[in-house]
């Protein structure tokens, strides 16, 4: 029982980074249409991104002290780590709005295996960006936070950064539905997600919420990178193809262009990695996730939380 | 069905009146393709201030066309449109609806997934005015209860009445002092049909000008100063609703007279 509550544990910690990727693609699935297949390298970019801001801040591997990296305490470090966050949020979006730009806005009325394979050609440019940046071999990332475990009983722990990643994540997740839900402008958004020509007569400027809506997905990314990096301590310009594969699967999984959806999708996936990883073996696990996948899709095409409402009555 | 009663004397004198301004809506010459296809082969009318005028024509005539080349969905190749004096014949559809036009478009097109009321604000969406905003949200309800009793309800979940009374008090959210209102009777009943009628014709008497495209040639006619007949991206008979419903070509092509 132990065994099985700590492994639920972990797959949310994995879940939520997985969903906080999974947003991105869904929201830009939902709003054009479109798998930006360059979304995993914006994460990956965005992780090497935040990398740089902690060294900014002075926070950088040390081969003496390999924890414990920011002096003054505890404090210090959370205001490092929240500037760091908005600092490499920031600038992956406006990766993100580069991306749009140069590779998907030219592409917008030509046939649909064009920005196809314009976002192949993307990822490739970025996964080239990260290696040459940083190399091909894996990068260290730095150990931020107390590195003891917190004992909830003999059999279950919780690392302190664990409980970064879960907190930050569902944080963001909260701000995003909030904004998409309440906000004019994340109405915009759901509304130029509908329909282009009637958004316009409504006053929408829709390139504009286009734009929006690829700035916030990078923004996500560019804080799962951050998260991510310190919570597995390794980033390689591969990371975007890996990570993004199972967070598209996620997005897939929710139900793509629904954004509950990939938070939901998110963490089952990492959920279900933690279990297979656990019970059957972790060799199998890809096949176990890509199996669900599969089943789900069979069952309901649209996903878990596909579309309830008919798309134009 | 009943016959309506034509347009009165009073209305006719009001309609010369206002003819003499300068026209609300000046449309002049206009070509509008899909690709190398020609939809309109040059149109013009004029509106003033003021009145319901009517755009009949069979399917495919290019009503639908007229109606998003002057809100600037599908902007004309040739030609100028003019509104309140100033050219808007390349200003993107999401600026003309500040400047006081709104669009109601064929099929509805209500935001499925959003509420009733959301879908009202999008309407509102050019304004920041919330005070007023609330007003006219006030006012849209009034003029459409069902919609009151249906606010928290997804879009896509009303029925075609009801989508078409918040189609019509969507694009009334933008407060707009011109109103584009394409087919508002396609697919509803008889009934529903009467009343959306007699709700354009209200929403005109509260100051609105209308621009009105219609299957259903004799209703709209009846509740209209003007109209004129489309016919192949051209247009081919212009007069008052009065006329037009005398005229011996209205009466054989688009009410079913022999
Ligand atoms: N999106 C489009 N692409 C290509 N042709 C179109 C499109 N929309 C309309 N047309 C063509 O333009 C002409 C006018 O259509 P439309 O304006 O919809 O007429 P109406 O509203 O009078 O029925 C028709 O021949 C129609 O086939
Ligand atoms: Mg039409």
């Known amino acids: 029982m132990e065994l099985f509550v700590q492994q639920l544990l972990d797959g949310i910690v994995k879940g939520s980074i997985y969903a906080l990727i999974a947003l991105g693609y869904t929201m830009v699935y939902g709003i054009v249409e479109l798998i930006n297949f360059a979304h995993g390298d914006i994460f990956m970019l965005g992780s090497f991104i935040a990398l740089a801001v902690l060294g900014w801040f002075g926070v950088a591997i040390n081969p003496q002290n390999q924890a414990g990296l920011v002096q003054g305490g505890f404090f210090p470090t959370l205001i490092i780590i929240v500037l760091t966050l908005l600092i490499a949020m920031l600038l992956t979006g406006i990766i993100g709005v580069l991306v749009e730009r140069i590779a ?145 699967t996620a997005a897939v999984l929710g139900g793509i262009g629904n954004i509950p959806g990939a938070m939901l999708g998110g963490f089952l996936i990492g959920i279900v990695e933690a279990m297979s990883d656990q019970y059957i073996s972790s060799a199998w696990t890809p096949v176990v996730v890509f199996g669900i996948l599969i089943l789900i899709l069979t069952l309901r095409p649209s996903g878990l939380l596909g579309q309830q409402v008919p798309e134009r009555a | 069905m009943q016959a309506t009663t034509p347009v009165n004397e009073p209305l006719k004198q009001q309609i ?14 206009i070509e509008t393709y899909y690709g190398n296809i020609r939809a309109l082969a040059g149109i013009s009318l004029k509106i003033f201030n003021g009145e319901v005028v009517t755009l009949i024509g069979a399917n495919g005539a290019g009503k639908t066309t007229t109606l998003r080349t002057i809100s600037g969905i599908t902007p004309p190749r040739r030609g100028t449109i003019t509104l309140n004096g100033q050219r808007i014949d390349r200003v993107a559809p999401e600026q003309i609806v500040r400047r006081g036009m709104s669009h109601a478009p064929e099929g509805r097109r209500i935001f499925s997934r959003m509420s009733v009321q959301e879908n009202l604000e999008m309407g509102a969406f050019a304004r920041n005015d919330r005070a007023a905003i609330a007003e006219d949200m006030e006012r849209v309800l009034t003029l459409f209860p069902r919609l009151r009793e249906r606010l928290q309800q997804k879009g896509g979940l009303l029925s075609g009445g009801e989508q078409q009374m918040l189609a019509i008090g969507r694009a009334l959210m933008s407060r707009p002092k011109l109103l584009l209102l394409d087919e508002p009777s396609m697919g509803l009943s008889p009934i529903l049909i009467e009343t959306i009628f007699q709700i354009v014709s209200d929403i005109n008497k509260q100051g609105t000008t209308i621009l009105l495209v219609e299957q259903n040639a004799l209703q709209a006619l009846s509740v209209s100063h003007r109209g004129y007949v489309m016919q192949t991206g051209q247009i081919v008979l212009e007069d008052t609703g009065a006329n037009l419903l005398k005229s011996e070509m209205v009466r054989k092509a688009y009410l079913g007279e022999e």
Not at chain 1, 181 to 210: E, P
Not at chain 1, 231 to 245: D, K, P, R, Y
Request: charged letters at 10%; glycine letters at 10%.
């Open chain 2, 16 to 29: 010369i009146s206002q003819q003499q301004g300068e026209p609300m809506l000046d449309v002049r010459g």
């Open chain 1, 104 to 248: 998907y806005r030219p592409l917008r009325n030509a046939p649909r295996l064009a920005p196809l394979i314009s976002a192949i050609g993307m990822s490739f440019i970025l996964q080239n960006i990260g290696q040459i940046w940083h190399g091909p071999a894996a990068v260290s990332y730095p150990e931020v936070f107390p590195t003891g475990t917190i004992h909830v009983t003999s059999g279950i722990s919780v690392a302190w950064k664990d409980i970064f990643v879960v907190v930050v994540c569902v944080m963001l997740m909260v701000i995003l539905q909030t904004f998409v839900q309440r906000t004019k402008l994340g109405k915009a958004m759901r509304a130029t997600a509908q329909d282009y020509d009637t958004s316009k007569l409504m006053g929408i400027n829709v390139n504009m919420t286009i734009t929006l809506t690829f700035f916030i997905g990078a923004l996500l990314a560019g804080a799962a990178g951050l998260i991510y990096g310190l919570s597995i301590h390794s980033m390689q310009f591969t990371i975007g193809a890996q990570a993004g594969l199972k967070a598209f």
